[in-house]
């Protein structure tokens, strides 16, 4: 049960046009940077990606809209990033926002095999329009659907052989759920080790969520906005 590949280029060897891809990350932390570089270098388009966000104008997911690769954004947040905001004004990306939990719950809901939920969360805003809206112990929710990909793009810290998977802090974000949303789940790991190294209570995704696996390589781990303050003398 070998589900180890040589790069990320392999490992997306049937990424087609058209494609939904899970990508985790939160802004640019935890994101899948070798995976990122790769659909890019592919030039796979009309794609629709699920994540937080679409990374910064020149950082993560945000090289793919500068390609014009992405079709489709569902996300929470759009910040950071002047290329989203002009393709979305001028009517060349299609955008679907959502409250950052439904964002998670949704993907939760998809990798459970649960097609849909009612949230409060939303209610009497633009985000409820078309839904259907029901009342729950004196309170009005609004039905939301269940998000999965045709691939899930993931990073981790450390993995195995067969697909463990450990995530390193905050790095973690909407990883695990994406692994378990995905039809195909790819993940990149800055450690990979041999079956039996990592503590099974440690572990955060099983391999039973991950389909391929690769060791990744040159991360930048760029960040937003770097803010400092003045030593003191």
Known sequence: MNKVYADATSALFDLHDGATLLASGFGLC????????????????????ISNNCGTTQDGLGVL???RQVRRMVASYVGENKEFERQYLSGELEVELNPQGTLAERLRAGGAGIPAFYTPTGYGTLVAEGKDVREFHGRMCVLETALRGDFALIKAWKGDRWGNLVFRKTARNFAPM???????????????VEVGELDPDLVHTPGVYVQRIFQGSGYRKPIEQRTTRPRPS
């Open 178 to 192: 994406m692994a378990a949303a995905g039809k195909v789940t790819i993940a990149e790991v800055e450690e990979l």
């Open 65 to 67: 809209l500068q390609a």
């Open 30 to 49: 935890g994101n899948p940077e070798n995976l990122i570089a790769a659909v890019r270098a592919k030039g796979t388009r009309d794609l629709t990606i």
